[in-house]
């Protein structure tokens, strides 16, 4: 191949592979800065954290339809980034209206699990749903990003 040629056809594949990675960024990071947001105001705050702003009605009727002494446990079940000591990594899909992460690592109690969440856009992206799978190894992890509807078995 003439030098010519092989400059052209790298700078093709740079141009390529960078591209693919712009887009992938900016359309991957979205529900994962969400999770984190959310991470960070839980870290802040702990359970006095008004979790409105993260979850759509639907998801949030729980708190508000729990009673006083329930809602420590529902907060508790809600507060999906304090299930995991360790994530061993995330993945995400979907569009702009709907993004689906599916989070990989080992739980509090030490099990290894994949949580699965679907986020809607509700004057930002709120969690609307969630599933959490817990698997015997890191194998059966999944690879890729999963809506909740899709690891219920």
Not at 12 to 18: C, R
Not at 44 to 67: C, I, R, W
């Amino acid at each position: 191949m003439k030098p010519e040629r092989l400059i052209l056809f790298a700078v093709i594949a740079v141009t390529s592979g960078l591209a693919g990675c712009a887009a992938n960024s900016v359309d991957s990071d979205t529900a994962w800065d969400r999770y984190l947001e959310f991470e960070a105001a839980l870290d802040n705050q702990g359970m006095e954290l008004d979790f409105k702003p993260y979850f759509t009605e639907h998801a949030y009727a729980d708190v508000e339809e729990a009673s006083a002494e329930d809602l420590p446990y529902v907060k508790g079940m809600l507060a999906y980034p304090l299930y995991f000591d360790e994530t061993y990594g995330h993945a995400e899909k979907g569009d702009v209206e709907r993004r689906c992460l599916t989070v990989n690592g080992q739980t509090s109690r030490g099990d290894t699990g994949s949580l699965s969440i679907e986020f809607v856009q509700q004057n930002g992206l709120k969690m609307n749903d969630a599933n959490m799978l817990f698997v015997d190894s890191l194998d059966e992890l999944p690879g890729e990003a999963q809506c909740p509807e899709e690891t219920r078995f």
